[in-house]
């Protein structure tokens, strides 16, 4: 079993090429779905077909490279919110990291057990798929007073590979530093921890 004084930080490591690969897939996509659009609206009048079926090709085509320039000029507008550019899990929590520095943090010492005195305080919510399966606990939220759930998310502009390990590691810090929280025997399971580890 790990101590709480050798309870090591891990970061989030970063693939580049994954990274490049996706933005270069969706700027692509970005600009040819457009372009694409309008080639096959000036193919259809250019065509043979019935009038009024140009009329709805190129109507539809229009609104399509109209809605996909629009979302372009928006996201172009946007104001640049906070880049998370690295996460890491240490003995107090999870952090997350812009180049400024620190952006937010969940802390050990922040999670709630369940308000309802429900059966676990940390637990993988399952959506109606089963595909999509979230580790959840309880925090306190300033703006309603109340004790809320909320979903662990590695967040970053890149991709990040070792996710799942820093998921593990949070676990982990939360049964060593919180070993007062109930933690469902499934996440254990999911992430093959033991339950003294």
């Known amino acids: 079993m790990i ?23 969706f700027s692509i996509f970005a ?47 946007e104001k640049p919110s906070t880049k998370i550019i690295r996460t890491t899990v240490d003995r107090t929590g999870i952090h997350y990291y812009s180049n400024q520095g620190l952006v937010k943090s969940i802390r ?14 940390v637990f993988i919510h399952l959506d109606q798929t089963d595909t999509n399966m979230d580790l959840c606990f309880y925090l306190p939220d300033d703006a309603s007073d109340k004790v809320v759930i909320k979903v662990l998310s590695i967040e970053a502009e890149s991709v990040i590979t070792n996710g799942n390990s820093l998921r593990k590691h949070f676990i982990k ?21 033991k339950k003294d580890a």
């Open 108 to 121: 050990y010492s922040q999670l709630m057990p369940h308000p309802g005195n429900g059966k676990y305080d």
């Open 31 to 77: 600009v040819l779905t457009p372009l694409m659009t309008i080639l096959m609206a000036w193919l259809t009048v250019a065509s043979k077909i019935q009038i009024e079926l140009k009329i709805l090709i190129v109507a539809l085509a229009i609104l399509v490279a109209a809605g996909f320039i629009w979302l372009l000029i928006a996201k172009i507008k």
């Open 173 to 193: 810090g939360i049964a060593l530093f919180r070993p007062d929280l109930k933690i469902s025997p499934g996440i254990f399971d999911l992430y093959k921890l």
């Open 3 to 25: 101590s709480e004084d050798q309870f090591p930080a891990i970061e989030s490591k970063i693939s580049e090429g994954w990274t490049l690969a996706i933005k270069i897939f």
